[in-house]
């Protein structure tokens, strides 16, 4: 994946020498801007910026600031260049949110690993879903592997929405994701209350999540979220649907069909020692049990209980 780094600069010499040290890098694309040009920059929301402070007139301060305040660019990492050294100066930079203050003259191999570091940390983020903030499938698949090699007994929640798509369909998907960021919320608060500690709630990505617990009898904790959601989803939809318990939606054909309105499933597996040799075994029976949850009319739930066979 492209790297696009953007340095905040009136001269031309820490570009090339940027350039020089990623020269075997290319999927590092160093481009230079002057302050003037600093909105053009936060539209193309680069993957880090570096402002040599010395080749600027602005107060780094507040450029740094304005970069935070722009909402697509709020987590976008910053370098500070300087050959200012007084510690207060450094503080001031920092407290602005910058992730790092290099000082010049600059040591290359360190400046070459920070930019290196800051963008693998980068990718590491991305595995994050930015819409809720949960872990997302590598952090879920090394959760359950790490379960499974010690041996543990516990439960798997796969929880996602029924007739979400055809919300989208009518509402947007703006509004879709103030939905999944409500299921989460639901999730959060029901796993969280529990008095087990060690709960681990992923985003699989659009409606689907998982939670895993060593809570064998989770049974409550998918009842207390199922009341939680069924009260709180009504405020997603306009009266009249409301009213109806059904939203209309055009097909292919523009023939319009009517649906329920959203509701969630939840299917359980417990995982019992020895049962599951690795995480594809229990996606298959997460499959089934799932189906059948779904196959209930509105908010339901099933727990998959079966043993080990012999």
Do not use: W
């Amino acid at each position: 994946m492209s790297q696009e780094i953007y340095i905040i600069d009136e001269n031309t010499e820490l570009k090339s020498k940027l350039a020089e040290l990623f020269k075997k890098e290319s999927d590092y694309k160093f481009k230079k801007a002057k302050t003037k040009d600093i909105e053009t920059v936060l539209k193309n929301i680069p993957s880090l910026i570096i402002i040599n402070e010395d080749g600027i007139k602005e107060d780094t301060v507040k450029l740094c600031s304005k970069i935070r305040q722009n909402e697509d660019n709020s987590i976008t990492p910053i370098i500070v260049i300087s050959s200012v050294k007084e510690r207060k100066h450094r503080v001031e930079i920092l407290q602005a949110c910058v992730e790092h203050y290099i000082k010049i003259p600059i040591d290359e191999e360190y400046l070459y690993y920070t930019i290196k570091n800051i963008i693998r940390l980068l990718d590491t983020n991305r595995r994050v879903s930015p819409l809720t903030g949960l872990p997302g499938n590598v952090q879920i698949q090394a959760e359950m592997k790490k379960r499974l090699l010690n041996k543990e007994e516990f439960a798997i929640l796969y929880v996602d929405l029924d007739n979400f798509k055809a919300y989208n369909d009518i509402y947007g998907f703006l509004k879709g994701d103030e939905i999944i960021k409500f299921t989460s919320r639901c999730i959060l608060k029901h796993l969280n209350d529990s008095e087990t500690e060690d709960n681990f709630i992923g985003h699989i990505g659009g409606d689907d999540f998982v939670a895993i617990t060593s809570n064998l009898e989770c049974e409550g904790v998918c009842q207390d979220i199922i009341l939680e959601f069924d009260k709180g989803v009504y405020k997603y939809f306009n009266p009249e649907d409301t009213q109806r318990g059904y939203i209309e939606v055009p097909n292919r054909k523009c023939v319009i069909e009517q649906f329920p309105l959203t509701s969630i499933s939840i299917g359980v597996v417990i995982i019992d020692r020895g049962r599951f040799k690795n995480v594809l075994e229990i996606g298959e029976v997460a499959a089934q049990v799932k189906h059948v949850a779904k196959t209930t009319p509105g908010s339901a739930y099933a727990i998959d209980r079966r043993k080990k066979y012999n």
